[in-house]
C-alpha cells in the first residue's frame, strides 16, 4: 500500500507564500496522478487540484492563478506552491495518490 508523507506547512502573513511536498513511498509515482485537498476547522475536505501521470493540471477555482501544483517523479515528491495566500487557506493540506491520504499538514494565514 502507498504511503504519502505532507510536509512544509506553517503560519504565514496574508499575501505571503508556502511550498508543501508529499513524498510517496514506492516506485509507482511516475505512473499515477496526484490530487491535493485542505480541510478547515468545521468544514468538508475540498479538492484542492490534479496533476495526472501525463501533466495535465487543473485547479479549484478558488486557488487558481495562486496556487501550482508540479511534481518530480525521480524523487517521488509532489508539490504546491501556494502564492498571495489568504485567511481562508488556512487548513491541513493533504495529498492523496490511489486513493491513500497522508496526515496532512497544517498551514495557517493569518497577521
Known amino acids: 500500500q502507498v504511503q504519502l508523507e505532507e510536509s512544509g506547512g506553517g503560519l504565514v502573513q496574508p499575501g505571503g507564500s508556502l511550498r508543501l511536498s508529499c513524498g510517496v513511498s514506492?516506485?509507482?509515482?511516475?505512473?499515477?496522478?496526484m490530487g491535493w485537498y485542505r480541510q478547515a476547522p468545521g468544514k468538508q475536505r475540498e479538492w484542492v487540484g490534479l496533476?495526472?501521470?501525463?501533466?495535465?493540471?487543473d485547479y479549484a477555482d478558488s486557488v487558481k492563478d495562486r496556487f501550482t501544483i508540479s511534481r518530480d517523479n525521480a524523487r517521488n515528491t509532489g508539490y504546491l506552491q501556494m502564492d498571495r495566500l489568504k485567511p481562508e487557506d488556512s487548513g491541513v493540506y493533504y495529498c492523496?495518490?490511489?486513493?491513500?491520504w497522508g496526515p496532512g499538514t497544517q498551514v495557517t494565514v493569518s497577521s
Open positions: 492523496n495518490v490511489l486513493h491513500a
Open positions: 514506492g516506485d509507482i509515482f511516475s505512473r499515477v496522478n
Open positions: 496533476m495526472t501521470s501525463g501533466g495535465t493540471i
